[in-house]
């Protein structure tokens, strides 16, 4: 069995389990600064005391405060201590879904409070001690753990990665149902960043790594991560659903179809799969555990949008993304936006083909050509 996770000091590995970690509360009508404080302030029932460890400045101080007036304890606190502790360390993580992805993430192993100092909450220092604030962390992870979005992915590790654009930040994860591995790529940081920037972009490895021009797949991405970077902070999920969640090798067998003349819809349908298998809602497992809310979304594509809505993510904006056509990958383009529904968009001018009717316009007495705009079909990778 592996070995136990300890905790003890706030800002260690662990140290978001810890009461003392910054982690406003909204409790009785107040912002608490952290657990610890609301902890020491329930011993009291004189409301001067209770505010003055509620304006404590560190949770630190706030503890010192309880003793300094553990004359005035409260006469029932012995019997009520745990069902509090059970409520403030529930309301904790309820109120701040990242620390409940986090706790999550820490699997199966056992937990306990490192504490010398308590052996009632914590673990004695040398193991003796009851553990209570370990257990109920125990018995909250796994409540967490069957209960959406928690059990959609797991956070497995993260490591730096250079590209020509800047380094991001590459965060593996599992996603739990179908045990496929997924990035998100961060870049800068996104906890100062209220609505990041962010693109869901589905694995396309003969338009991301083998310079295919029959997609626009791996220019949409290469944009995708450039605009990121000049935004200063972003998000790239990088989803693996190959040919729009067929696989490889069936997106081989449609690209041969399509070569003897059928559309890429219809060479879907013909080796038997719908159009678009790809998913989004456990994405919100992934964003969620990087403490993300709400996001601007780059897509051309509406679906993406309900989907990630659907899926729990605030979609606040959508940004579009152009980048990638060329004379190999027209019709797919063409078939992509009349059958799969993705957004044509009045682009700037330069973007868009414009055709001019020898009419005059009905509204207007102006001389001057009318203008039918062709949208022009902006993404590639949906
Ligand atoms: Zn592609």
Not at 21 to 45: C, D, G, R
Request: aromatic share 10%; glycine share 8%.
């Amino acid at each position: 069995m592996a070995d136990p996770i300890l905790f003890y000091e706030p800002f260690d590995e662990h140290g978001f389990l810890s009461n003392f970690y910054p982690s406003n509360i909204l409790l009785e009508s107040k912002v608490w600064p952290t657990s610890e404080h609301y902890y020491q302030a329930k011993k009291f029932t004189s409301p001067q005391i209770i505010n003055a460890i509620y304006s404590a400045p560190t949770p630190e101080k706030a503890f010192e405060l309880s003793r300094t007036y553990q004359d005035e304890v409260r006469a029932n606190w012995e019997e009520i201590k745990w069902q509090t502790m059970d409520f403030i360390v529930r309301e904790k993580f309820s109120q701040n879904s990242q620390l409940a992805f986090w706790l999550v993430n820490t699997g199966s192993e056992e937990i306990k409070e490192h504490s010398h100092k308590d052996s009632y909450w914590g673990d004695g220092g040398d193991g003796t001690g009851e553990n209570h604030l370990g257990r109920i962390l125990m018995t909250i992870r796994a409540e967490l753990c069957t209960t959406s979005p928690y059990n959609l992915t797991r956070f497995v590790d993260v490591a730096k990665l250079p590209t020509q654009w800047g380094e991001f930040q590459m965060n593996a994860f599992v996603e739990l149902e179908h045990d496929k591995e997924h990035l998100a790529l961060v870049y800068g940081d996104i906890s100062q960043v209220d609505t990041p920037l962010i693109r869901l972009h589905s694995e396309c490895l003969t338009g991301d790594a083998l310079f295919s021009d029959r997609c626009d797949c791996g220019y949409q991405l290469a944009r995708a991560l450039q605009n990121i970077v000049n935004e200063g902070a972003g998000i790239l999920l990088y989803l693996r659903q190959e040919g729009r969640g067929i696989g490889l090798l069936n997106k081989v067998r449609a690209y041969h179809l399509q070569d003897d003349g059928a559309d890429t819809v219809q060479a879907n349908e013909r080796l038997g799969f719908p159009a678009d298998m790809r998913r989004y809602e456990f994405c919100q497992g992934m964003l969620g555990y990087l403490g993300v809310k709400q996001v601007r979304l780059m897509t051309n594509n509406p679906r993406k949008v309900k989907a990630l809505e659907k899926a729990g993510i605030n979609v606040i904006d959508r940004v579009s993304l152009q980048e990638g056509k060329n004379p190999h990958n027209e019709n797919y383009l063409k078939t992509k936006a009349s059958k799969l529904g993705i957004c044509w968009t009045l682009l700037s001018l330069n973007r868009v083909f414009l055709i001019p009717l020898k009419r005059r316009s009905p509204l207007s007495n102006v001389r001057g050509l009318v203008f039918t705009v062709l949208y022009r079909l902006e993404e590639g990778n949906y």
